[in-house]
């Protein structure tokens, strides 16, 4: 496992997280779009984590390492720049319910006080909170998204009676 082979996690704390596994279990290709073949494969996507665990044992090991989290903090820009990224945020006082949720109304206020101004220097910076994060909010020029994509899970479009089964080892 990646996590593992990686150093972020040693082989029990991995372990900890798995709430479930289960193989095999039956899959659809379709090379032309229309006609699907299920397959049966082997320790392919056969895991069930628990992700409050998984995320507090990742998030454990990244400040061991000498990672950088800062709660109740809300994103005011990056810069970016050839060697590295400098992250500003700023504290938000009154508890989770003053944040208004992930890309909210607060990680927008403009307060011109320098009070619980916090500048993080990095190397790398990643968002995983999609379209409506403040990263992706700076990145459009505080543009609304032109688009948003939904789309129904492949399950949904899978035939009711397969063309046929071959094992995958």
Do not use: C, W
């Not at 899978?158 to 046929?164: E, I, Q």
Request: hydrophobic fraction near 40%; aromatic fraction near 6%.
């Amino acid at each position: 496992m990646a996590l593992v082979e990686l150093g972020v996690l040693t082989q029990e704390e991995m372990d900890r997280t798995i709430v479930t596994d289960y193989s095999p279990q039956r899959v659809g290709f379709s090379p032309d779009g229309v006609a699907y073949e299920l397959a049966t494969i082997n320790g392919v996507l056969n895991l069930g984590v628990d992700p409050l665990t998984l995320i507090e044992l990742v998030k454990e090991s990244f400040l061991r390492n000498g990672g950088i989290l800062l709660e109740q903090h809300a994103f005011q820009q990056a810069q970016v720049y050839d060697d590295g990224v400098v992250v500003t945020s700023q504290r938000r006082t009154g508890g989770a319910a003053a944040a208004r949720g992930a890309g909210g109304a607060a990680a927008f206020d403009q307060d011109e006080s320098d009070a619980g101004v916090v500048n993080v220097r990095g190397k790398l910076m990643l968002d995983a909170m999609g379209n409506f994060s403040p990263v992706m909010r700076q990145a459009r020029g505080y543009a609304k998204p032109q688009v948003n994509v939904v789309a129904p899970p492949p399950s949904s479009r899978l035939p009711a009676s397969p063309k046929s089964s071959t094992p995958i080892s």
